[in-house]
């Protein structure tokens, strides 16, 4: 009997199963329809002009490679940059941008490890206060994407860096920020010994040391001509007469 019910389960299940389906003429074969695509919508019109860096809304980093174990990571608490930006037109924008490399800052650092960086070895900010760069072309390389190349200054001595720069928009001003406002997130490399400070870069070979390569991220917005609608600023009023 038991070995009699399992047999009569699966004759059940089998008599209870769909019929394979008829098999059907050949045709075409049935292409599906493509996924519909929600549209981007539209950039807002972003007036050209003169804009100054949101400092408020900045950061400005930097990467070296630690003994081939890490990205020491560090920044610039001060800087400051001046962009001329027309949207439809990236040949006629450009940039302007000063870094004070005694604005250092670094993750927990150990006693005297901040003055030995900024002293004669690194960026020996007594000689060199100021780094700067200024842009000497941009263009385009996609809907939000482009390539700034200008003229660093570091360390006394000026070498071209590109910027591989991302475009992440705007708007031209509400109420509560009544000027036009534009954001962008910026990446580039450099070797810090085409700069004259070859210090601690590893042999051929290894990674004792620090990476001649650096790596510089920023995020960055820029606020710029006030909203065609804002009201105007309330004028004084000379005293009335007594």
Not at 147 to 161: E, I, R, W, Y
């Amino acid at each position: 009997m038991r070995t009699i019910l399992p047999v009569v389960a699966l004759l059940a299940l089998a008599a209870c199963s769909p019929a394979p389906a008829d098999k059907k003429e050949d045709g075409p074969p049935v292409v599906p329809a493509p996924a519909a695509t929600t549209p981007k919508p539209p950039k807002a019109d972003i007036p050209a002009g003169d804009y100054t860096l949101d400092k408020t809304h900045a950061t400005l980093v930097m990467k070296v490679n630690h003994l081939g174990f890490s990205n020491y990571t560090a920044a610039f608490a001060s800087f400051d940059a001046k962009l001329k930006f027309d949207q439809n037109n990236a040949a006629a924008s450009s940039l302007e941008a000063t870094i004070d490399p005694k604005s250092l800052t670094l993750p927990a650092p150990p006693a005297g490890f901040l003055e030995e960086l900024t002293g004669p070895q690194w960026l020996n900010t007594a000689s060199y206060p100021a780094i700067t760069f200024k842009s000497t072309k941009i263009e385009t390389t996609g809907a939000d994407t482009g390539k700034v190349t200008g003229d660093l200054t570091l360390h006394g001595v000026t070498k071209p860096v590109v910027l591989d720069v991302t475009y992440n928009g705007g708007y031209t001003g509400h109420p509560m920020d009544p000027h036009a406002r534009i954001g962008f997130s910026a990446k580039g490399m450099f070797k810090r010994s085409d700069f004259g400070i070859a210090y601690g870069v590893p042999a051929p070979g290894t990674t004792m040391g620090v990476s001649d390569e650096v790596q510089v991220i920023i995020e960055a917005e820029f606020s710029g001509p006030p909203l065609a609608t804002a009201a105007p600023a309330a004028t004084a009023q000379p005293p009335a007469a007594q």
